[in-house]
Every structure is written in C-alpha cells, then in structure tokens.
C-alpha cells in the first residue's frame, strides 16, 4: 500500500491548488489576537500544502459539538461563505473525530480535512529519504485507521483484500485487517532503519555533536547553513520545510571539529502519532552531546512557541539533555525592548541572526565551550528557596556535600562550565572558581 495517497484530499505537489475555507472553535477566554496567530499558523500549513485561504470562520463556546464540531449555524454560514468564495475545502483547526467530518460533508457538500490531516499531508509532500517515506506513511495508517468507517470504499484495490477474506467477514474488517498487516510491516521496517542509524551513530561517538531543535519555521536551516559556512541546506519561508535530519561539519574559532545536526521541526498539536512514528529520527538529538534550542524572536508569540518545543521535548525524554537557548532573527526586532526582556527573562540565552551573520561568532565559541571544555566546580551558600531553584534548572549540574547550618546550606556545584555559569546567573551571584 502506498501512502493512502487516494485519501489525501490535498493536491500533489505542483498540481492545481485548492480553494479553502478555515474553521475553528475558541474558548471565550482566549485572546483575540492569540486566536488570530493559530489561525494565520494554519494558513501557513494550508499554504504550504497547497491551498490558498480565501475565508475564515470561528465560533466562542467553552467546548465543540460533538455531532458538528461547530454549531448547526455555523455550519450553514460555512457552507454559504464557501460557496459565494468559490471554496472546496474546509480545514478546521483541530483533530475532528469520523462522526464529525462526515456530518460536516454531508451537510456542506464540501470535503472536510482536519489539523492532522493537513500535516500528515505536508509531511507526506515533504517526505524525500526512504526512511522519512516509511515514516510518514506509518504516521498517516495510524491516523487513517480509526476513520476507515467513512472512507474504506477509498482502499478498496489497493492491496490484495481477497486473501485476506475470511467467512461473512464485511469489507471494513478486511480493510482494517490490511492496514494493520502494514502497520506491522513498516514498524518492523523503521526497526530495522534505526539499527542501522545507531549503527551510523555509532561510528561518530568520538566526535562532540549538536542538535538543532526548535518550532518550525524558526531558521533552523539557516542556523545551520550559517554554522557551517555552506549554504546547500534547503531554505524556505514555509512550514516544515525540512524533514529530513542533515548533518554538517562545524569548524570553531580554535580550530576544533564538531558536527552540526538539523532535525524536523516541532508545532502546537503536534499529532502524537507523528511524533512517535519520527522518534527514530529525533533520537539523534537524544544522542547529540548538546541541543541547540532554537526560538524566533521576531514571533509575537515565541514564549509559547519555546514552551511548545520543551513540551515535545519532554516527550522524548530530552528535558533534563543539556540545553542552549538560541533566539534567532533580532534583525527583524522592531524593538530594543524585546531583546532586553528576552534577555532578563532567559539569562544564559543567546542572540543572533542566522540570514545576517550576527553574533554566529559568539554561538560557535559558547559550543566549543560546552562541548571541548572540561567541568568546573564552585562552592556555594545558599538559601532553601536558592536550592530548589537549582534543582529545577534541569542542567547537567550536580549537587554535593550539602551541610545545613542555621537556614544556610553550603554546597559544592559542579557541571560544565557553561551549566555553572548559567546556575549562578540565576542566584544573581558572581562566580568564585
């Protein structure tokens, strides 16, 4: 079976493009202007997968309805903005359940695709390696399974179903018994091609290595393109612009050798199965010696895009790797006061412009220096509060010999450099080596 590619409502790559109306449901507590943003972050996904939005239509109630999504008036006033757009397609932020995006087509007469719909599709365009192929097709099985109740005439053909017929078994079942015949096949097939990464891994151990992590469309390519001193790291203004992970040669002020990875980028309702079915590919930032957490500080929105990233990152189990916080794009900042806020919110971060070149110099030092120089060590007197503060950093820092004494404790901090330097910024001390 190939990618469902019979399924995906969206046109192939370079193919007429759609016509598409957006939808969602905000809680009347959400800010305007944040509702605004997760819709313009939908019109990029849209844009990129190949559709051009010509109208938008959302609804404030505390919870969708579970029969539409929306309310029955408001899927008339879609239907009549559709067709006075001359739209084909609704998209509607969020994941809708099968029930729902049949009802929605019935009763609009439009075809309906949700949030993860709509990446699975952007992925599956994006997808080059035979390994992000396999990925992605495993992602969409996943997805698609469960609402194989509205769509199975669609697999029909696809895959020898007549063998798989047993005794008054209905062409659902058969249907599911396929998809699940290949969704074994792949993850055995994505086993295999991650044996064969820790085995390419392997082969660098001896070698210090980096991670590019952060939001999509934060500049990662160019970070890395920057770093490198190359510039064939593919780069486009577009979501998910690059999927598969690319890995460069670094060479510091000093001479020192390390290598750079660039990894898939995350966003806001990150389809769980999608993470999942990269986890391969992902873990080569679990085995990156640093990750190099990359933010947009040009985005109105980027401290909730830098939390969106550590939500995923802590579901890779990567919260606790050690973490350089990297905000890119100043040159956009219309601002002083938003780096300066930046900077006291995010003592240790630091700031540069991948597309200028400003301040690449200071990145390549501060990597050398977390990755080549040896640990160092402090001693300390803190307070209660002082100590739990550093106990959530989350660094590779340690914490020994502690001795209480009258409300103080005296400590010894250790770690690298870069992580003690880091903790002591946070206490508001000098360090005394």
């Known amino acids: 079976m190939n990618s469902l ?74 239907a009549d903005m559709a067709k006075s757009n001359g739209a084909n397609l609704l998209i509607f932020d969020a994941d809708l359940t099968p029930v729902q995006i049949r009802n929605l087509e019935e009763k609009t007469k439009l075809k309906v695709i949700d949030r993860s719909g709509l990446i699975l599709d952007i992925f599956a365009r994006r997808a080059r390696t035979a390994e992000a192929k ?77 991670a590019l992590v952060g939001y999509t469309n934060v500049g990662k390519s160019t970070l890395l393109n920057a770093l490198s001193g190359t510039e064939d790291a593919f780069v486009e203004n577009r979501l998910f612009a690059t999927l598969d992970p690319k890995w460069r040669q670094v060479v510091t002020e000093a001479g020192k050798q390390l290598l750079l990875i660039d990894t898939v980028g995350f966003i806001r309702k990150l389809p769980h199965h999608l993470v999942a079915s990269f986890r391969s590919t992902l873990e080569e930032a679990q085995a990156a010696d640093v990750i190099v957490h990359v933010a947009d500080l040009s985005h109105p929105l980027y401290e909730d895009q830098i939390k969106q990233t550590e939500e995923v990152l802590k579901d890779l189990d990567l919260e606790k790797k050690q973490t350089l916080l990297v905000f890119n794009k100043i040159d956009r900042l219309d601002s002083p006061a938003t780096l300066e806020k930046a ?39 803190v307070t209660p509060e002082q100590l739990q503060l550093l106990s959530q950093l989350g660094s590779q820092i340690t914490l020994q010999n502690k001795e209480w004494h009258e409300g103080v404790i005296k400590l010894t901090l250790s770690g690298p450099k870069p992580d003690v330097d880091n903790a002591m910024r946070t206490l508001g001390m000098k360090v005394r080596y």
Do not use: C
């Not at 046109?11 to 313009?40: K, Q």
């Not at 008054?168 to 991650?194: A, P, S, Y």
């Open 343 to 381: 900077r006291q919110d995010h003592p240790g971060a630091l700031f540069v412009s991948a597309i200028k070149g400003l301040r690449i110099w200071e990145l390549k030092e501060e990597l050398e220096t977390r990755l080549f120089v040896t640990k160092s060590s402090v001693d300390l007197e």
């Open 5 to 78: 590619e019979s399924i995906q409502y969206l046109p192939s790559e370079g193919g007429e493009r759609e016509t598409a109306i957006l939808a969602a449901v905000i809680n009347p507590t959400t800010p305007v202007w944040v509702a605004e943003d997760h819709l313009d972050e939908l019109e990029a996904l849209a844009d990129t997968a190949g559709a051009d939005v010509v109208g938008r239509i959302t609804q404030a109630r505390k919870s969708p309805s579970a029969a539409n999504y929306i309310g029955k008036g408001k899927v008339t006033e879609l």
């Open 134 to 210: 396999v990925q992605v097709e495993l992602a969409q099985l996943q997805y698609y399974l469960p609402r194989l109740t509205k769509m199975w005439s669609h697999l029909l053909g696809q895959q020898g179903g007549i063998g798989f017929r047993g005794p008054g078994e209905t062409q659902l079942e058969v249907d599911r018994r396929i998809v699940q015949t290949r969704i074994t096949h792949l993850r055995k097939k994505l086993k295999k091609i991650t044996q064969q990464r820790e085995t390419r891994r392997s082969s660098r151990r001896n070698t210090p290595t980096a």
